[in-house]
């Protein structure tokens, strides 16, 4: 589709390009008059599952300021971009990410760190683009959180009570849901 018109706005984290809204008006493939979509411009993010061993997942409990509430996550961290053709394209691999996160948010190394899958977040309105992690081998060290940022707890869950929170409902972030389907874990283990 050809764009006609394009209004955006772009946000920063201190010098580092975050995202970008787009208003985009789109030429009709019927000939009708353009069709105006919002688009949410993204460089992506990085999810990671940190093992502490085969039966038991570190989670975080975060403040996230939308919901107003504290929520259980795994760690995860948005991935630094550039502009590039309209776009915003990571600037850092998904891997070096979810590595920094990880130890910024928990304070835990992974010696082993592997990519288990990926999702874009919502296609209907947005490119951004979920990298799945899974960390194994995990040293403890330093929190190292970014300004602004809150994370109340880092805990340790056996398997089977995070089994247990999915089906109480209790941890209700995409992200992290996603992470943890991805990592095996599920209502029915």
């Excluded at 995202?19 to 008006?25: G, K, L, Q, Y």
């Excluded at 997942?57 to 259980?72: G, H, K, N, S």
């Excluded at 979920?130 to 959180?145: K, N």
């Excluded at 089977?160 to 990592?183: C, H, N, Q, S």
Aim: hydrophobic share 40%.
């Amino acid at each position: 589709m050809t764009i006609v018109y394009r209004e955006i706005r772009r946000y920063t984290h201190g010098d580092e390009l975050r995202w970008a809204v787009a208003a985009e008006s789109l030429e009709n493939p019927d000939g009708g008059a353009p069709v105006t979509r919002g688009v949410f411009r993204h460089p992506g993010i990085c999810v990671i599952v940190p093992f502490l061993s085969s039966d038991q997942v570190l989670l975080i409990r975060q403040y996230r300021y939308p919901v107003d509430a504290e929520i259980w996550e795994v760690p995860a961290g948005t991935l630094p971009g550039r502009e590039e053709k309209d776009r915003i394209i990571a600037i850092e691999s998904p891997e070096d990410c979810a590595g920094r996160e990880l130890e910024e948010e928990t304070g835990y190394a992974a010696r082993r760190l592997s990519k288990i899958g990926e999702c874009y977040a919502m296609p209907g309105s947005s490119d951004e683009l979920i990298h799945v992690f899974r960390a194994d081998d995990l040293t403890q060290g330093p929190q190292r959180l970014d300004p602004g940022e809150t994370i109340a707890e880092v805990r340790a869950f056996r398997v089977r009570e995070i089994a247990d929170m999915l089906g109480r409902g209790e941890i209700r972030d995409a992200k992290t849901l996603v992470a943890l389907f991805y990592a095996g874990l599920s209502v029915a283990r």
